[in-house]
T-cell receptor, first 117, second 113 residues
């Protein structure tokens, strides 16, 4: 079954430093998508970055990059030059096609990132 | 940028009462989803809806839950007889181009007392 694992319940980083949030996934499918979402304390889910399983280059979006290692089934999020506003929960998620033929998105348990001044 | 709109933002209801959560998804999208997040926990899939039918549902989505698209724009999640454990944030989501991610609504925080 498709599964996302985030092993870091909480992470701390100093402002302006880089931080890596870990994500591993489990699937036997060849085609899938990997996403990272940010959830601030206000509760909304904010899309950050996407990586397709066939994309050979790591995705980047401003200060966010996704370190995609397909053989290791990992999709770590790297945030460069952390800002105080980056303090939030971060969720890794994977989309795939179910046996019934519909698309589904499953989430990991999340990592709470705290950026210290 | 297209948005997914959810109402109400907060709802408090008594156990056993019916609640209806509303969503206006992105208009030209075909798939719509409901997700649930119990406070401090992971985001859980409830149901997906495609072409006016349920395409997939989780084991959480039992007979107490139903979804409808009554007027071609609104997308509703109904809980017939709420239980304390239904207290959670409920998100509606609408996927577009993969590199744009799934667009989530701002959520409805449901509290069952």
């Amino acid at each position: 079954a498709q599964k996302i694992t985030q092993t870091q319940p909480g992470m701390f980083v100093q402002e302006k430093e880089a931080v890596t949030l870990d994500c591993t996934y489990d699937t036997s499918d060849q085609s899938y998508g990997l996403f990272w979402y940010k959830q601030p304390s206000s509760g909304e889910m904010i899309f950050l970055i996407y990586q397709g399983s066939y994309d050979e280059q790591n995705a980047t979006e401003g200060r966010y990059s996704l370190n995609f290692q397909k053989a290791r089934k990992s999709a770590n999020l790297v945030i460069s030059a952390s800002q105080l506003g980056d303090s939030a929960m971060y969720f890794c998620a994977m989309s795939y096609i179910t046996q019934g033929g519909s698309e589904k998105l499953v989430f990991g348990k999340g990592t709470k990132l705290t950026v210290n001044p | 940028e297209p948005e997914v709109t959810q109402t109400p933002s907060h709802q408090v209801t008594q156990m056993g009462q019916e609640v209806i959560l509303r969503c206006v998804p992105i208009s030209n999208h075909l798939y719509f989803y409901w997700y649930r997040q119990i406070l401090g926990q992971k985001v859980e899939f409830l149901v997906s809806f495609y072409n006016n039918e349920i395409s997939e549902k989780s084991e959480i989505f039992d007979d107490q839950f139903s979804v409808e698209r009554p007027d071609g724009s609104n997308f509703t999640l109904k809980i017939r007889s709420t239980k304390l454990e239904d207290s959670a944030m409920y998100f509606c989501a609408s996927p577009g181009r993969p590199d744009y991610g799934y667009t989530f609504g701002s959520g409805t925080r449901l509290t069952v007392v």
